[in-house]
């Protein structure tokens, strides 16, 4: 099965600092996903990736996904406190299993 | 609007007692619906999932089941809670670009 290892577990960065959050898959990625969780909330759908090398951007987070397909990354630009939380991937299951698989998430805390 | 409704919030319930979980979703037909749980220490783990009334798919073997008595409606259910089946369940919705996730239901079994 499919396994998705999130890095760093945890980071605590001052406000107004960059940051980025790594995504590997132990297989190659055919639908990558990121969310935001608001401790003891549901999720916001942030970004979807599918094609090796693809980039978006959504306000001050970009979302890359590499050009073999098996690890992304998301980059916070200028963090405010607003982007604290805890950032989720989940993985397409693939192989005619439905629903998505999830790494077990970074938790992000904004200094001011 | 398409919109995805999840009840209770919270719930503590007592060792051996039945458990009832509802999702509707609002603005579509025939949606796949999906059952998560967040445990802590162990991230967020798919338990059901449905692709139409009557069709359930299980992921995990477990102390509970899931129905779909209706298109918009997913229950999530057991009939006799043990300690580890406390988590945060979250009921989803697969609606492009990605899937859209209900406010959660936080369960103690106690």
């Known amino acids: 099965s499919q396994e998705l290892e999130q890095s760093p577990q945890s980071l605590i960065v001052q406000e107004g600092k960059n940051l980025t959050i790594n995504c590997t898959s132990s297989k190659t990625l055919y639908g990558l996903y990121w969310y935001k969780q608001k401790y003891g909330e549901g999720l916001i759908f942030l970004m979807m990736l599918q094609k090796g090398g693809e980039e978006k951007s959504h306000e001050k987070i970009t979302a890359k996904l590499d050009e073999k397909k098996q690890q992304s990354s998301l980059h916070i630009t200028a963090s405010q406190p607003s982007h604290a939380g805890i950032y989720l991937c989940g993985a397409d299951k693939g192989g005619g299993a439905d629903g998505l698989t999830f790494g077990k998430g970074t938790h992000l805390i904004i200094q001011p | 609007s398409q919109t995805i409704h999840q009840w209770p919030a919270t719930l503590v319930q007592p060792v051996g007692s039945p458990l009832s979980l509802e999702c509707t979703v609002e603005g579509t037909s025939n949606p796949n619906l999906y059952w998560y749980r967040q445990a802590a220490g162990r991230g967020l783990q798919l338990l059901f999932y449905?692709?139409?009334?009557?069709?359930i798919s299980s992921e995990v073997p477990q102390n509970l089941s899931a129905s779909r008595p209706q298109d918009r409606q997913f229950i999530l259910s057991s009939k006799k809670l043990l300690l580890s089946d406390s988590g945060f369940y979250l009921c989803a919705w697969k609606i492009f670009p990605g899937y859209t996730f209900g406010s959660g239901t936080r369960l103690t079994v106690v």
């Open positions: 449905s692709v139409g009334i009557g069709q």
